[in-house]
Nanobody
Framework: QVQLVESGGGLVQAGGSLRLSCAAS????????MGWFRQAPGKEREYVAA????????YYADSVKGRFTISRDNARKTVNLQMNSLKHEDTAVYYC????????????????WGQGTQVTVSS
């Protein structure tokens, strides 16, 4: 009963920034754990970042620590991913995900997914 729609992807030069947004509907947003995944060509899906229902727990993959920031706006029912100092290796389709279960922040067991938004970082 959760619908997720990503936006904000595009083409950016290395060193630049993008801000991804995910709009959620269909369920009380404050009861959703929210995360971002990405999948690049030829690579397995990577768990990028997450924020818990309460906002008290945050996860970042080692590959993005110090460069990406996840945040949520419960009033607007959105979760954002601010991506700075982008590298060519960040090129991927980025997926917003939600889970309705109280799991550890490191868990990748999300049960709702958006359609994805393409991020391309040129060298």
């Amino acid at each position: 009963q959760v619908q997720l729609v990503e936006s904000g992807g595009g083409l950016v030069q290395a060193g630049g920034s993008l801000r991804l947004s995910c709009a959620a509907s269909g369920r009380t947003f404050t009861r959703l754990g929210m995360g971002w995944f990405r999948q690049a060509p030829g690579k397995e899906r990577e768990y990028v970042a997450a924020v818990s229902w309460s906002g008290n727990s945050i996860y970042y993959a080692d590959s993005v620590k110090g460069r990406f920031t996840i945040s949520r706006d419960n009033a607007r029912k959105t979760v954002n991913l601010q991506m700075n100092s982008l590298k060519h290796e960040d090129t991927a389709v980025y997926y917003c995900a939600a889970n309705t279960s109280p799991v550890e922040i490191t868990s990748t067991r999300y049960n709702y997914w958006g359609q994805g938004t393409q991020v391309t970082v040129s060298s």
